[in-house]
């Protein structure tokens, strides 16, 4: 053998070593992005079971006729016009902070009102709400430690300006 085909031989092998790292390169990167939509598809779901139990609480306050101010009313008609469908990923912090509030005025409400401690309906409500905001910050933890392998994945040398050409950026986690 010619010594340039040495050097071509050597070239191809390399080129094909390349080529087979980026192909698994690029199937990790889409299985986590697989996973992180399914992660948001979940985040969805919680956020939107505590909205409609929020919204539940809110009407049980209204029916035993709870005195509620304006403030409290802007607060639930922002509440109740929340789109949570599919999510992206800067859209949940906002939302969740939103649900948040209401929650943390709905039991401000209930404290100073002897109706919410005997409502045994009430009280069901609010051990739902605690078990929907453990499963949504588990979902976080989950989506979080997901997102650190997409973001290792699309990080590995050689393949860095490949990933980010086809679009794969840095992703911040959820807090």
Not at 69 to 75: I, Q, V
Not at 117 to 141: C, G, P, W
Request: include cysteine; charge should be positive.
């Amino acid at each position: 053998m010619e010594p340039w085909q040495i050097v071509l031989l050597i070239v191809v092998v390399l080129l094909f070593f390349y080529v087979g790292v980026l192909v698994y390169v690029f199937s990790m990167i889409r299985v986590f992005k697989s996973k992180l939509r399914a992660h948001l598809i979940a985040m969805s779901v919680l956020l939107s079971e505590k909205k409609e139990m929020l919204l539940g609480i809110h009407f049980e306050f209204v029916k035993a006729k709870v005195k509620l101010d304006k403030a409290d009313a802007g607060l639930y008609d922002r509440v109740q016009h929340l789109a949570i469908k599919a999510l992206k990923d800067n859209e949940v912090a906002p939302i969740e902070q939103t649900l948040k509030e209401a929650q943390n005025r709905l039991n401000f409400i209930a404290q100073t009102n002897p109706w919410a401690t005997k409502s045994e309906d009430y009280q069901n409500a609010m051990r739902t709400l605690h078990d929907i905001d453990v499963n949504f910050r588990q979902a976080i933890v989950v989506y979080n430690s997901d997102l650190n392998g997409y973001n290792y994945w699309i990080r590995v040398p050689l393949c860095h300006a490949v990933a980010w050409l086809f679009g794969n950026r840095k992703k911040a986690p959820l807090n």
